[in-house]
Nanobody, 120 residues
Framework: RVQLVESGGGSVQPGGSLRLSCAASGDTYSSRCMGWFRQRPGKEREGVAVILFSTGMTLYDYSVQGRFVISQEDAKNAVYLQMNSLKPEDTGMYYC?????????????WGQGTQVTVSS
């Protein structure tokens, strides 16, 4: 079993930046990837970024391409989401996920989420 804990959320003005962290513990040795999802108000949960641990390859949703950067620690027990040029439409609960084989590494374990609010 894997436990995931997100942190780093908060309130920021449009154009600002936040760095989200996802700390993994437990049976992480079998995890091949980690992804970030978000659930915006009134919308379904959507994938925004994923990283493959073996190659470092990353993939982003078009809505965050060029603004968000996902990265990992060498020890593979933490992943970060650097969010720049934030927009009000980025507001939502952000979740990390690992251990799955579906899009953006979903289908396995989830964290509890961290709230991001972008507002002037």
């Amino acid at each position: 079993r894997v436990q995931l804990v997100e942190s780093g959320g908060g309130s920021v003005q449009p154009g600002g930046s936040l760095r989200l962290s996802c700390a993994a513990s437990g049976d992480t040795y079998s995890s091949r990837c980690m992804g970030w999802f978000r659930q915006r108000p009134g919308k379904e949960r959507e994938g925004v970024a994923v990283i493959l641990f073996s190659t470092g390859m990353t993939l982003y949703d078009y809505s965050v391409q060029g603004r968000f950067v996902i990265s990992q620690e060498d020890a593979k027990n933490a992943v970060y989401l650097q969010m720049n040029s934030l927009k009000p439409e980025d507001t939502g609960m952000y979740y990390c996920t690992t251990g799955g084989t579906r899009e953006y590494c979903s289908g396995g374990y989830w964290g509890q989420g961290t709230q991001v609010t972008v507002s002037s």
